[in-house]
Nanobody, 121 residues
Framework: QVQLVESGGGLVQPGGSLRLSCAAS????????MSWVRQAPGKGLEWVSDIDNAGDVTYYVDSVKGRFTISRDNAKNTLYLQMNGLKSEDTAVYYC??????????????WGQGTQVTVSS
């Protein structure tokens, strides 16, 4: 049974930092491309970041480049998203997900339950 469990969200001041975790079971995270996707209040899903399974190349949406870092700990089978310099527009529910192959547009076959990030003064 595949499970992805996010944690680490919360309320933070603008300019603050949070580290999100995604603990995986039933799959091995370094065998697949893993992603972080978010949904802001009243908006649709927005892709945030990927880490691939061919050289650990990372990708980010332009709005978070230089502030967010995606990584994984293979021994713990856990995906991370370090978020620095948080802005109010980063407020969203953050999900980790497993990307399916190289199809376009991208599809995801497994999702976590999400963790809430709120950036407010």
């Amino acid at each position: 049974q595949v499970q992805l469990v996010e944690s680490g969200g919360g309320l933070v001041q603008p300019g603050g930092s949070l580290r999100l975790s995604c603990a995986a079971s039933g799959l091995v995270i370094n065998r697949d491309c893993m992603s972080w996707v978010r949904q802001a209040p009243g908006k649709g899903l927005e892709w945030v970041s990927d880490i691939d399974n061919a050289g650990d190349v990372t990708y980010y949406v332009d709005s978070v480049k230089g502030r967010f870092t995606i990584s994984r700990d293979n021994a713990k089978n856990t995906l991370y998203l370090q978020m620095n310099g948080l802005k109010s527009e980063d407020t969203a529910v953050y999900y980790c997900a497993k990307k399916m192959g190289n199809i376009r547009p991208p599809l995801y076959d497994y999702w976590g339950q999400g963790t809430q990030v709120t950036v407010s003064s």
